[in-house]
């Protein structure tokens, strides 16, 4: 060691602070006479040789990444103090919980959930433990604590749907959830919300599911596994089933309960309601009208959850009563019945057919009672000529008009033809293409149409087309005759008119379902 201030006879160098070698290197020695303190270079500056280190200054930063919740951790970086011995060694402590070691940056894992934590420390040597440095605090963060399962519900043949409840974010705000499924670890990830539908499932397969929470620390723990469910391809019950390249027709003739099973099932719904009786009258010189089609009405992509579920299907109306004497009662027909599925809009009933005497739906009215399509109103020989003409030639009765898709009864007047019913609609010719199910002569698929009217003269009016919509039968004033043609069954045909003689009965309605065959596969 080559010092100027050593003494010709060798020792260890002395003097005051300001006469400190200038250039020492590491393990260079001084007694500074000023602080009392024996030092050494330990190549950045003098130190006691026999002190205890002095006290620190610290930082503290969240570690945060990968730290699992109900855990936290804090990295707390030590700066020595001058004014005492080199330290060996750093202790750093938040209340209770305190991590040592030899480097100068110590990290002090918390029990406990995310929040703003102090802390301190100290250092050591071989002489001894700093004081304690001043206290310093940090927010610390950690991973989400795991979400808590809800319930996996089928969605459809190859999904299923699964709830949760969010947990605490960890200090970090939530970025994502991902479900993952057991077996085959299929997963579907959404960024905000507690419900996730997995897909690219396997049908009749059972599966649980558990979920993730994740954030900028990471993800948290898996939650408990759901209840277990198996995806399958939703079946259905009841009625006649046809096909076509795409769909499935599954129609319902009478009032049916079914079920579906599985899986919810999405189908197109279409319900024609009954058809309404003609009306009947039974004095030489009074007619009577048809009755109105029953209504149609159509459902797009309507749910059918599993479980059981009622198709309605209305029934036609009652003809009017005819006799064969002269003083007989006038009888008006029946309306026809509602249509529908569950708790659906109904398909309106037709409205009777009108006779000279009746009160009902028909008599001498445009629209049908229950909103139907209207029966055939009667005229007779002392009409007003307030009465709208829209049939025959001079005629005093009017056609029913329609409130549904299909169309009203004919009316009839003084002379000549009773007035045809009006046609059924065409409009959904692709549903149904069984022959019986709304199909005329031609060819062409319709909802059921009115029936005729009938008059005195004995001629026989067209019943409206659709379904077998029904003919007005002709009858004599004096004898009688057979009754009127009634609506054809399924089609919400309305009855014939009648004179003497039992008029025509309404056709029955029915409920079809449609659904794509992928649906059921």
């Known amino acids: 060691m080559a010092f100027s201030q050593f003494p010709a006879k060798g020792g260890i160098p002395s003097g005051n602070t300001a006469a400190r070698p200038s250039s020492p290197v590491i393990g260079d020695t001084y007694y500074d006479g000023t602080l009392g303190f024996l030092l050494i270079w330990d190549g950045t500056k003098w130190l006691p040789c026999s002190a205890p280190a002095a006290k620190p200054t ?64 100290t250092a050591y040597n071989g002489f001894g433990t700093s004081p304690t440095a001043l206290s310093v605090s940090q927010t610390l963060t950690s991973v989400p604590q795991a979400p808590t399962i809800g319930t996996a519900s089928i969605a459809g043949p190859t999904s299923v749907t699964v709830t949760w409840t969010a947990g605490a974010t960890g200090g970090k705000t939530v970025t994502g959830y991902t479900v993952t499924s057991s077996p085959g670890s299929i997963t579907a990830t959404v960024a905000s919300g507690t419900t996730a539908t997995v897909t690219g499932l396997t049908a009749n397969t059972a599966y649980t599911f558990t979920v993730k929470a994740t954030n900028a620390n990471g993800d948290s723990a898996a939650s408990s ?89 209305g029934a036609g109306g009652g003809p009017g009563l005819g006799g064969t004497s002269t003083s007989s009662t006038d009888s008006e027909g029946k309306n026809g019945t509602n249509s529908y599925l569950d708790s659906l809009t109904n398909a309106v009933g037709g409205g009777g057919g009108g006779c000279h005497t009746g009160t009902g739906a028909g008599s001498g009215a445009t629209v049908g009672k229950n909103g139907g ?47 045809a019913g ?26 059921g149409g009115g029936g005729a009217g009938w008059n005195t003269g004995g001629s026989v009016a067209a019943g409206g087309k659709g379904g077998g919509g029904a003919n007005g039968s002709g009858g004599s004033s004096s004898t009688g005759s057979t009754g009127s043609v009634s609506g054809t069954a399924n089609t919400g045909s309305g009855g014939g008119g009648s004179h003497m003689a039992t008029a025509g009965s309404g056709g029955s309605g029915l409920v079809i379902l449609r659904y794509l065959k992928t649906a059921v596969a």
């Not at 099932?265 to 009306?279: R, W």
């Not at 409009?427 to 022959?435: D, H, K, L």
């Open 58 to 121: 610290s930082t503290v930063t969240d570690v945060g990444t990968s730290v699992a919740y109900g855990t936290v951790q804090g990295s707390v970086a030590f700066t020595e103090g001058d004014s005492g011995g080199k330290a060996a060694g750093f202790t750093a402590t938040q209340s209770t919980f305190s991590t040592t070691g030899t480097s100068s940056t110590q990290v002090v894992t918390i029990t406990g959930n995310p929040g703003s934590y102090s802390f301190s420390g």
């Open 225 to 313: 596994a759901s209840n277990s469910v198996t995806p399958a391809y939703p079946t259905i019950t009841g009625g006649t089933l046809t096909s076509d390249a795409t769909y499935y027709y599954r129609a319902y003739t009478t009032t049916t309960t079914f079920s579906v099973s599985n899986a919810a099932l999405t189908a197109d719904v279409f319900c024609i309601a009954g058809g309404a009786g003609g009306g009947s009258d039974n004095y030489f010189d009074r007619q009577s009208g048809g009755g109105g089609a029953g209504g149609a009405i159509y459902f797009a992509g309507q749910s059918l959850t599993t479980g059981s579920h009622t198709a309605t299907v």
């Open 373 to 419: 399509c209207g029966g055939g109103g009667s005229g007779y020989d002392s009409g007003t000529s307030t009465q709208t003409s829209t049939g025959a030639t001079t005629s005093h009765g009017f056609a029913g008009s329609p409130t549904g898709s299909g169309k009203g009864g004919g009316g009839t007047g003084q002379v000549g033809q009773g007035q």
């Open 422 to 447: 009006g046609d059924g609609t065409s409009a959904y010719s692709s549903w149904w293409t069984t022959a019986g199910y709304g199909v005329n002569s031609s060819g062409t698929y319709y909802i």
